[in-house]
Antibody
Framework: QVQLVQSGAEVKKPGASVKVSCKAS????????ISWVRQAPGQGLEWMGW????????NYAQKLQGRVTMTTDTSTSTAYMELRSLRSDDTAVYYC???????????WGQGTLVTVSS | QSALTQPASVSGSPGQSITISCTGT?????????VSWYQQHPGKAPKLMIY???NRPSGVSNRFSGSKSGNTASLTISGLQAEDEADYYC??????????FGTGTKVTVL
């Protein structure tokens, strides 16, 4: 069965960077993209960006351009999301999800809580 | 790109039907048949309930249905059950930033 397993919770200081991993199994990794979505405490879902696991093409949300980098390692079927220059309002649960295209995001990871605090 | 507009809350009694709206623009909801709906229970990851406006993934109850008219998409839950109490989010492909989510709707079963 399709599974996306994310790395554990992180606590970071303002200005630091965080890198979240997302290991996929149960499907052909390179046949789908990976979208990253975050959710601040008590808030709604925010789409962060997308990466093609086939060729590494990316598309990032405008507000995160310059601070976020999404990559994949096809040898281990793992996707990564790195966010730099962290601020307190980056505190959120970060989700990876399998992206079949056409806004069809059908399987989600369990979420990774990133807390930014001095 | 602004979030799609959803009502903050919708409620209904068991067995009733409720409808959640999702309003965007001609650059997102109105321009493409790529609207999805997600259910999220507290502390859990979202779950895909509807894709491409009206299609249900395997395993999703046929009590959930989707539609679209102009710039507004809708999710209808018929035969409301206690387990349907959750947050619901719409999402659309957009001409600018790829995807945008709705503001979210809390469904309460009375």
């Amino acid at each position: 069965q399709v599974q996306l397993v994310q790395s554990g919770a992180e606590v970071k200081k303002p200005g630091a960077s965080v890198k979240v991993s997302c290991k996929a199994s149960g499907y052909t990794f390179t046949s789908y993209g990976i979208s990253w979505v975050r959710q601040a405490p008590g808030q709604g879902l925010e789409w962060m960006g997308w990466i093609s696991a086939y060729n590494g093409n990316t598309n990032y949300a405008q507000k995160l351009q310059g601070r976020v980098t999404m990559t994949t390692d096809t040898s281990t079927s793992t996707a990564y999301m790195e966010l730099r220059s962290l601020r307190s309002d980056d505190t959120a649960v970060y989700y990876c999800a399998r992206d079949a295209g056409s806004a069809v995001v059908d399987y989600w990871g369990q979420g990774t809580l990133v807390t930014v605090s001095s | 790109q602004s979030a799609l507009t959803q009502p903050a809350s919708v409620s209904g009694s068991p067995g009733q039907s409720i409808t959640i709206s999702c309003t965007g623009t001609s650059s997102d909801v109105g321009g493409y048949n790529y609207v999805s709906w997600y259910q999220q229970h507290p502390g859990k990851a979202p779950k895909l309930m509807i894709y491409e406006v009206s299609n249900r993934p395997s395993g999703v109850s046929n009590r959930f249905s989707g539609s679209k008219s102009g710039n507004t998409a809708s999710l209808t839950i018929s035969g409301l059950q206690a387990e349907d109490e959750a947050d619901y989010y719409c999402s659309s492909y957009t001409s600018s930033i790829l995807y945008v989510f709705g503001t979210g709707t809390k469904v309460t079963v009375l």
